[in-house]
């Protein structure tokens, strides 16, 4: 019986990037043996190939870890008033590109122990836009929060370059409830466009909120009784934390871009606590 001398190497799989945090490379030799049989070389392929099935299945918001970096998805809100809009980003941090379409993001509901999708709804019209997520890019989209209060997350269909299934990512859970901590006023009824829209942030909980109008609030548009992102010119912000002590109220301001259109538009803006982040809604008011 002869010797058979072979260098180890990592195995690949289709659509996964390999680790290259480190690659170790050994040379072992070892009797020669007959050929496996048929079904023990195909349960041996099986294996090789879990890697690939166990990040399809994978439902944290993480889908490839390690010297390859991650892809996440992330909403910008873990407290939601029904009915508002939610921003969902999907960050690509891996080596590889994703394939994805408009209608690649969802959200599902928890109910008891397992996970329910409820938008978009069963059967609505979806134009399938194909996209890529490139290595090291990002994707956002405003998806409308549900009515109902609950537990929800949300989801995005990817196809990883080079392979043929789709594999699905979710964010972390986040609550839809109408009990908002912070109410958030438009005190001007009408604003014309490159003007400052005047805030009133009243906190309704003990806890202190951290906000900055300008990095983290976004103009939205109602059109045809849905809310719309507003075009977002390049704008310099600074990085100064206005803070809405427990139980306090405090006046603001967000300037109105120019160049919007007429119409009736309303300003949702992120807060941030320790712990916690919520995404409040102002009422409307209308861009002359």
Known sequence: MGLDCCASRPAHVPGIVANRMRTIVTTTCRP?????????RAWLSLLAALPLLLAACDGASSLLQGGGGSLTLVTLGTVVAPGASLEVVANNETLQGFGHGV?????ERREADRWVGVWPPAGSACIAVGRTLASGGSYRQVVPAPSAEGTYRATMRLQPSGASSDVTVASAPFEVTA????ELTATA???DDGASLP?????????VWGFNTCANGRFQRLLQSQWFPAPEPLALC???????????????????PIGYAAGTYRFVLRLDAAGSTLVAASDTFVVR
């Open 238 to 256: 600074t990085a100064d934390i206005q803070t809405l002590g427990g139980l306090q109220e405090r006046t603001a301001a967000a300037a109105v």
């Open 199 to 207: 805030l009133l942030l009243r906190n309704l909980s003990g806890t």
């Open 32 to 40: 020669r043996r007959p050929a496996a049989p048929r079904a023990r």
């Open 103 to 107: 209608c690649s993001i969802g959200i």
């Open 189 to 191: 009824d009408s604003v």
């Open 179 to 182: 009990t908002t901590a912070v």
